[in-house]
């Protein structure tokens, strides 16, 4: 049996990696990490919660739209809009945040029930389009003015919309899937128009190939359009006369763009792309990406703040075990991976301005309610659980041939009272064993006799202050 001698396990830069045999994953990389972050450098600190924005809007309603309209003019029609179903689900209503009080938009009502709202901003209006196809809204944020169809005359009733090169986008109708419309260039006045015969279809015949629109995005310099299975580009100009690659977006609501680069969501795995050829980057969390349902496909949301893109995946089983309302969150300046779970479901992200000028992120949820995100010790009054599990370590540099014993661990954390620690080992009658509880800075446990090939730690606890 081989002494181990004194090992450390302090350094987590290398974030959360499952698709990595022990002897290939890096030292300071994590089999598991739910909740905490990796912000500061080689630590892990648990995550910060959520806290609603205003009341309850309807009680056990998914969030179908979540919108910030910034008025570029006096700045007095601000307005934080959320889309859900009414209590009846016969309609889906847009609210405003009046306050802390979301009240109905004057002429909200009229969008269909179950479908997601899209949006964008152009000449001091908010367009909103919806995925049945309905008629397009626009409104000026001015709570005494009813939503209308204010430069929308003409307007196709697409599923998709974006403003690029000083020209609002739609696509994807109910007869023309494959067809992205745009508007004249904006007129001196303010106004824009629209007709029949402006338009470019993005390549009708690649069929099962590459699928209908599903999504598109302003990347700075290009406009992006997905379908299921292919990405195409539109720089203004022309369009693609083929696709890029053969990976395309499920979900419009996944697609998110921080200092130009777009990232975006397929069965495949997580993407990101300045414009060019996609980079793959979910595959140190494959297995995650695996194990998502294929009805969920489409409701895959994302967003980004400064240093972050969160892509919220529903509920998964992860090696037998069920993890709820998951999160997986991709910190941008490490290239590394953790994973969340939320007391309830993000459906929809979206960026925002508080009242102090200070950029933001809110969701909209599974349970009528918009939520701050990375604000506050809980997730709206649920406390926050959270682990950290090792790879299997041998201790001796790469062997499992010899047996290893331990019978002291050391364990420090700040502002983690009640953690417990716990380890597994190759020895099958006891795969599971409690070791030690956190009481204040750190725990130390002596007289153990573990025993094993290898050994996985984990330490677990619940977010309390």
């Known amino acids: 049996m081989a002494s181990i001698g004194h090992q450390l396990i302090r350094d987590f830069l290398g974030g959360m990696v499952t698709e990595a045999s022990d002897f290939r994953t890096p030292e300071n990389a994590m089999r598991l990490i739910q909740n905490m972050d990796t912000d500061i450098?080689?630590?892990?600190?648990?995550?910060?919660?959520?806290?609603?924005?205003?009341?309850?809007?309807?009680?056990?309603?998914?969030?179908?739209?979540?919108?910030?309209?910034?008025?570029?003019?006096?700045?007095?029609?601000?307005?934080?809009?959320?889309?859900?179903?009414?209590?009846?689900?016969?309609?889906?209503?847009?609210?405003?945040?009046?306050?802390?009080?979301?009240?109905?938009?004057?002429?909200?009502?009229?969008?269909?029930?179950?479908?997601?709202?899209?949006?964008?901003?152009?000449?001091?209006?908010?367009?909103?389009?919806?995925?049945?196809?309905?008629?397009?809204?626009?409104w000026n944020g001015d709570t005494s003015t009813p939503l209308g169809t204010t430069l929308l005359s003409s307007a196709p009733a697409g599923q998709f919309v974006t403003v690029f090169k000083s020209?609002?986008?739609?696509?994807?109708?109910?007869?023309?899937?494959?067809?992205?419309?745009?508007?004249?260039?904006?007129?001196?006045?303010?106004?824009?128009?629209?007709?029949?015969?402006?338009?470019?279809?993005?390549?009708?015949?690649?069929?099962?190939?590459?699928?209908?629109?599903?999504?598109?995005?302003?990347?700075?310099?290009?406009?992006?359009?997905?379908?299921?299975?292919?990405?195409?580009?539109?720089?203004?100009?022309?369009?693609?006369?083929?696709?890029?690659?053969?990976?395309?977006?499920?979900?419009?609501?996944?697609?998110?763009?921080?200092?130009?680069?777009?990232?975006?969501?397929?069965?495949?795995?997580?993407?990101?792309?300045?414009?060019?050829?996609?980079?793959?980057?979910?595959?140190?969390?494959?297995?995650?990406?695996?194990?998502?349902?294929?009805?969920?496909?489409?409701?895959?949301?994302?967003?980004?703040?400064?240093?972050?893109?969160?892509?919220?995946?529903?509920?998964?089983?992860?090696?037998?075990?069920?993890?709820?309302?998951?999160?997986?969150?991709?910190?941008?300046?490490?290239?590394?991976w953790t994973v969340r779970s939320y007391a309830e479901q993000a459906r929809v992200f979206a960026n925002y301005i508080e009242s102090d000028s200070t950029a933001n992120i809110m969701l909209g949820n599974d349970d009528g309610d918009v939520q701050r995100l990375n604000y506050g010790a809980t997730d709206d009054g649920v406390v926050i659980p959270y682990r950290v599990r090792t790879k299997r370590l041998d201790f001796l540099g790469g062997s499992f041939s010899y047996e290893k014993s331990f019978s002291e661990v050391l364990t420090l954390g700040s502002g983690l009272a009640g953690a417990k620690t716990v380890v597994y080992t190759d020895d099958e009658a006891r795969p599971k064993t409690f070791i030690e509880t956190l009481r204040t800075l750190w725990s130390y446990a002596k007289g153990l006799n573990y025993r094993g090939r290898w050994f996985v730690f984990e330490l677990s606890g619940q977010s309390k202050d």
């Open 41 to 138: 450098v080689g630590a892990l600190k648990v995550r910060k919660g959520t806290t609603a924005i205003g009341n309850q809007i309807q009680d056990g309603k998914n969030c179908l739209g979540l919108y910030n309209f910034r008025d570029a003019g006096s700045g007095s029609n601000n307005q934080q809009i959320a889309v859900f179903n009414n209590a009846g689900d016969t309609n889906a209503i847009a609210y405003y945040n009046n306050a802390g009080i979301w009240t109905a938009i004057t002429g909200g009502s009229s969008f269909t029930a179950s479908a997601k709202l899209r949006f964008a901003t152009f000449s001091d209006y908010v367009f909103i389009v919806d995925s049945a196809f309905g008629e397009p809204k626009s």
């Open 167 to 336: 020209r609002v986008y739609i696509a994807g109708t109910s007869t023309n899937p494959d067809r992205v419309y745009f508007s004249s260039i904006i007129s001196s006045t303010g106004t824009i128009t629209w007709t029949s015969t402006d338009y470019l279809d993005v390549n009708q015949s690649d069929g099962l190939e590459g699928g209908n629109i599903t999504g598109i995005e302003n990347n700075g310099t290009l406009l992006l359009i997905f379908k299921d299975r292919a990405m195409y580009r539109w720089n203004g100009d022309s369009t693609d006369a083929n696709f890029l690659i053969d990976v395309g977006c499920s979900s419009q609501e996944s697609i998110a763009t921080r200092n130009g680069i777009t990232y975006f969501f397929n069965p495949f795995g997580i993407y990101k792309t300045t414009g060019g050829f996609p980079t793959l980057i979910s595959k140190p969390v494959q297995r995650w990406i695996n194990a998502i349902a294929g009805s969920y496909y489409g409701n895959v949301s994302g967003g980004c703040d400064g240093d972050h893109y969160y892509c919220s995946i529903g509920d998964v089983t992860i090696d037998g075990e069920t993890f709820n309302n998951v999160v997986l969150t991709y910190e941008i300046s490490s290239e590394t």
